[in-house]
């Protein structure tokens, strides 16, 4: 069992800069693929990027490329997202997500199986 719980979420102007952090529970975190959905208003839950349970290897969707980075610390079982050059359409409730991907599944829902409640991301004109 892992619990998670998003923090950093926050109102900023467009072209600002936020962190999330996922905190994680137990002490299998290290054994954990993760990822960061994303769910706006009216909206269905999308993916937005994933990294490996080592760290070698991350994804992010054509959306937030080249403006977010995802990272972890397995000594801290934190997993973080790093956002810049903010825009109004990220504007959503961020989620992170713990469970085990291969090949290209790394963006759907299904491959993860521990959520976080949610973290909210407002971005101002």
């Known amino acids: 069992q892992v619990q998670l719980v998003e923090s950093g979420g926050g109102l900023v102007q467009a072209g600002g800069s936020l962190r999330l952090s996922c905190a994680a529970s137990?002490?299998?975190?290290?054994?954990?693929?993760m990822g960061w959905f994303r769910q706006a208003p009216g909206k269905e839950r999308e993916f937005v990027a994933a990294?490996?349970?080592?760290?070698?290897?991350?994804y992010y969707a054509d959306s937030v490329k080249g403006r977010c980075t995802i990272s972890r610390d397995n000594a801290k079982n934190t997993v973080y997202l790093q956002m810049n050059s903010l825009k109004q359409e990220d504007t959503a409730v961020y989620y992170c997500?713990?469970?085990?991907?291969?090949?290209?599944?790394?963006?759907?829902?299904?491959?993860?199986?521990?959520w976080g409640q949610g973290t909210q991301v407002t971005v101002s004109s």
């Open positions: 137990g002490r299998t975190f290290s054994t954990y693929d």
């Open positions: 990294i490996k349970w080592s760290g070698d290897y991350s």
């Open positions: 997500a713990a469970g085990g991907f291969g090949g290209n599944n790394y963006a759907t829902k299904w491959a993860y199986d521990y």
